[in-house]
C-alpha cells in the first residue's frame, strides 16, 4: 500500500503485480531494539553515495521478517532534521549486506513470522528511495493507518469466542443445571456483544475514511485501534472465565486468543500511544511550563 500511495510508475510496475499475486511477501521495517513508540529516534542510517544508499542499522519485531521478498526500511538521511530528516526506502532480500536475524518465538500470534533485520553496509539503489528523502514520517504515518484499520479482523476473534462461550454454556452444567442459566455468565455474554457491535462501528468508519480519502484521521484511528485493543483483551478474558479450568488447557481455543490479545495492545502502535493521540486531539500539544 505504501508502493501504490507514494511509489514511482516504475516502482509500482515492477513490485505490486508480484505482491498483489501473493508471488512476493512484502515487511514494514520501522522498529528498532531501542526505539518502540519514539519511533522518530530510530538510529539506522542511509548515507548516500553516488547513484546508491548505504544503510546500517538493526530493526526488531518485524512482521513477515523471517519470509518476506521485499520490504520498506525506514532510515535517518538528514541526522539534523529530526522526524523530518527520517526516509523510506524498498528494500530487495537479495540486496548485498541484507540478512535476518532468528525468528522471535512469541507467545501468542504465532502464526505471523516476526524477527529481526539486520543491514550491515546494505546497498540500496536510488531509485528504490520511496517517497523522496524526508518523506519517511508520512510513508509510516500510511503504514500505521493501515495496519491499525486492518487490525478489525480481531473482531471475528471476539465473535468466535463468543459462539464458543454461547455453546459451551448451554452444555456446561453445573449446580444441576446449565451454567448459562447464571446471571453472571449471561452478563458477561451480554458485554461480550456489545464491544464486538461497537469496534465494528468504530472499524466500519476507519475503513470509509480511508476509502474516502480522509486520511490522516488520526483521531478516527486512534481511537478504534484502542478501543479494540482493550475490547480483544476483556474478551479474552471473559472467555476463560467462562470455560473455567479448561479454558486454560491449550487444547481449547479460548487460551490461543487470550495470548493473541495482548499483541495487539502492543502492535502497530500501544494503547498508551492511542491514548497519547486521542488526549493531543482533544487539549492540543502540552503545555510548556518553566520550572521555578
Known sequence: LNIQTWGTEEQKEKYLPRMASGEWIGAMALTEPGAGSDASSITTRAVRKGDKYILNGTKMFITNGPICDIGIVLAVTDPSKGPLGISAFIFEKDFPGFSR??????????????????????????????????????????????????????????????????EYALQRYQFGEPIGNFQAVRHRLAEMKIDIEAAKYLFYRMAWLIDTDQIPAILDISVGKAFLSKALVKNADAAISIFGGYGVCSEYPVQRSYRDAKIIEIGGGTYDIQLNMIAAAIMGPRQKVKKK
Open 101 to 166: 536475524g532468528k525468528k522471535i518465538d512469541k507467545m501468542g500470534m504465532r502464526s505471523s513470522p516476526t524477527s529481526e533485520l539486520i543491514f550491515e553496509d546494505c546497498i540500496i539503489p536510488e531509485e528504490n528511495l520511496l517517497g523522496g528523502e524526508g518523506m519517511g514520517a508520512l510513508v509510516a504515518n500510511t503504514t500505521l493507518h493501515w495496519e491499525r484499520t486492518g487490525m478489525g479482523f480481531a473482531i471475528g476473534t471476539m465473535e468466535y469466542n463468543l459462539n464458543l462461550c454461547k
